[in-house]
């Protein structure tokens, strides 16, 4: 009993102190409640990630609506199509097919082989460069860290969905691209600081999850699965 009430403070001290810290600095910015309704949803979305849990894909996929509209107002053009158009879909897609192929809170992982990885990164740099000059000529504000998280982010979630355990090694550049493109924003809208409180504590919790998913992944081997 003492454990199980350990691990839920350990659950719930986290979650608290960033909501305390993005409250704070989202009234000090004058900041509406709406656009940090969804960074309130992800603190407890990224804390279930961290334990690869497949509940996280479905509360961060309806949340990835919402996502969408702060995106546009902000005029990251790439990163609010990926968030409703990708995002969305693929999370609820994910959600069942982990459903299907359950593993206690979380599903069985696999590797993708040398060649698989090889066309990943090979696509991964064309989408890059073409989806780049495309946000140059619509006028995108911060293309170049758009650009880099948008599709980090297209190929998490497609990993992601198909349970390939490198999902969650990306997922460590893609919170640090996230964090700079935050920090970058700061210079335009200081009111940004609450996303950046937010991707700081989302990178702690990517790197939780590589750990957590590693040690997944070991045990399901040793179970044969």
Known sequence: MKNVTRKRIAFLIPIVTVAILLTITGVYFHQSFLKILPLYISLFVMTLSANVSRYALLVGGV???????????????????????????????????????????????????????????????VAWFVLYIALRKSGASY?????????????????????????????????????????QMLFKSPEQMTYLVFSMYSLVCVVRQYINAKKLYQIQNSEGL
């Open 63 to 125: 949340n990835s609506v919402l996502y969408a509209m702060i995106y546009f107002s902000y005029q990251l053009y790439g990163m609010a199509a990926y968030a409703l158009f990708i995002s969305f879909p693929i999370q609820m897609i994910s959600f069942i097919l982990w459903k299907k192929h359950a593993y206690r809170q979380s599903v069985t992982l696999k590797k993708l082989t040398a060649k698989q990885r090889l066309v990943v990164v090979s696509g991964f740099l």
């Open 143 to 183: 293309a170049l860290l758009d650009n880099t998280v948008t599709l980090f982010g297209v190929l998490i979630s497609v990993l992601q969905m198909l349970a390939y355990i490198e999902y969650t090694y990306l997922m460590i550049p893609n919170g640090l691209a996230t964090c700079a493109l935050y920090i």
